[in-house]
């Protein structure tokens, strides 16, 4: 059983597979652009779990399929890991056509993504996502990019995948943290898009945290669905897109603040959604009531609600960095009403004062 859900920018479309069983089912791998070799990019945890069904199944499609293993974490989101990627594909004679399979989460799927779009400017690649957050977020969209030292995502390029293989199957070796920051970005998509989804998410949160299958795939599904609708709509966040970033203008402020690594990237999305919400109520688009009851949502999830004390100078340097800041103006994705969104400034006073409020 599965679902898929389409992709169409206009000038490319591909397809989001998503059930269980897809790495080890030869018929969610027909189809793939062809080439002599194809490369495997996974990490130290993921490819020791899963990339020995990835390569029997490219070894039925290509002729050669070598494999490269980056450093796990965050902190090697970075130019020097992508850089790991360029050296090998450059000593196994890699061509135009060669193609890149991204297996792991959102840090191996971003740098990845970002080694397709630059090598020999632009070879194909596939994802396949094997977390809860790139399964429903980040292997999506064709954002890619990797971190600068002072700022999140600061270097990369929208590139998309060739199709994006979501095995739910993948989940179940999934850490519980792990498992809770890929929430944060379920939820995100309730507030901004779908209230049905967000009161769906209430109910089935106690059957998501157990991974009962048919939640899972609800859930995927149903975030993917909503992903490729604005990704279809806006490619390059020329307006739209933007929404996709609720609670990130907090939320990279305290991974870059922090140091990459320390908060996941799922931590800080959640935590920058209650400060965003709060925001958006002080501005009239919420009330008190939906802040309190994101706040709760988050916090069943298993994800801080309570940002970390940087100091308000700190908090708008980083945030300055983000990149939707124009001209030194921090802007946010604020809640106009409970579903709706869109980017706006917000008096610097405001922003600190909801801060301070909460701790920061
Ligand atoms: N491109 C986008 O649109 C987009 C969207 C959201 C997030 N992101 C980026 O994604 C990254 C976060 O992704 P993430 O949360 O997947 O983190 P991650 O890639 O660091 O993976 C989380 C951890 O889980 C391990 N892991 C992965 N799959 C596993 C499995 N099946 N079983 C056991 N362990 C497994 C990884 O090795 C890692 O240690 C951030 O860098 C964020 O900026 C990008
Ligand atoms: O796809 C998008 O657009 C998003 O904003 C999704 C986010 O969840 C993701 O974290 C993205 O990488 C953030 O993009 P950035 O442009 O703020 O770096
Ligand atoms: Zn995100």
Not at 215 to 240: F, N, P, T
Not at 243 to 268: R, V
Request: net charge negative.
């Amino acid at each position: 059983m599965r679902d898929i859900v389409t992709v169409d920018t206009g000038h490319e479309r591909y397809d989001i597979l998503v059930g269980p069983g897809l790495l080890a089912d030869p018929a969610a791998w027909a189809g793939l652009p062809k080439a002599a070799l194809a490369v495997v990019v996974s990490n130290t945890t993921v490819a020791p779990l899963y990339a020995q069904q990835v390569v029997q199944q490219l070894g039925t499609r290509y002729a050669r399929v070598t494999q490269v293993t980056l450093p796990d974490g965050e902190a090697h989101k970075d130019w020097a890991t992508m850089n790991l990627i360029f050296d090998h594909l450059l000593a196994e004679g890699a061509d135009r056509k060669t193609v890149l399979f991204a297996l792991g989460g959102g840090v191996v799927g971003d740098i990845t993504g970002f080694a397709a779009a630059c090598f020999m400017r632009g070879v194909p690649f596939v994802q396949l996502p094997t977390t809860l957050l790139a399964q429903v977020d980040s292997s999506v969209g064709g954002k890619t990019a990797v971190n600068h030292p002072l700022g999140k995502n600061m270097i990369g390029a929208f590139y998309q995948p060739r199709r994006v293989l979501c095995d739910l199957d993948t989940l179940a070796t999934l850490p519980p943290r792990e498992f809770s920051a890929g929430l944060a970005e379920v939820i995100k998509y309730g507030p901004i898009a779908d209230m049905a989804f967000l009161d769906w998410i209430e109910a089935h949160l106690d059957a998501l945290v157990a991974r009962e299958p048919a939640a899972l795939a609800h859930a995927v599904r149903r975030s993917c669905e909503i992903k490729a609708q604005v990704v279809g709509a806006d490619e390059k966040e020329a307006g739209l897109r933007a929404i996709l970033n609720f609670g990130h203008t907090f939320g990279h402020a305290i991974e870059a603040g922090l140091g990459f690594g320390e908060w996941l990237h799922g931590e800080a999305v959640g935590c920058g959604m209650v400060l965003a919400a709060a925001l958006s109520a002080r501005l009239g688009g919420v009330d008190e009531a939906f802040v309190r009851r994101l706040t709760a949502l988050v916090r069943r999830a298993g994800l801080p609600v309570q940002p970390p004390a940087l100091g308000a100078e700190r908090w708008l340097s980083l945030m300055r960095m983000d990149k939707k800041s124009e001209a030194g103006e921090i802007r946010f994705v604020l809640l106009d009403a409970p579903g709706k969104a869109s980017m706006r400034p917000a008096p610097d006073a405001l922003v600190t004062d909801v801060l301070r409020a909460h701790g920061g």
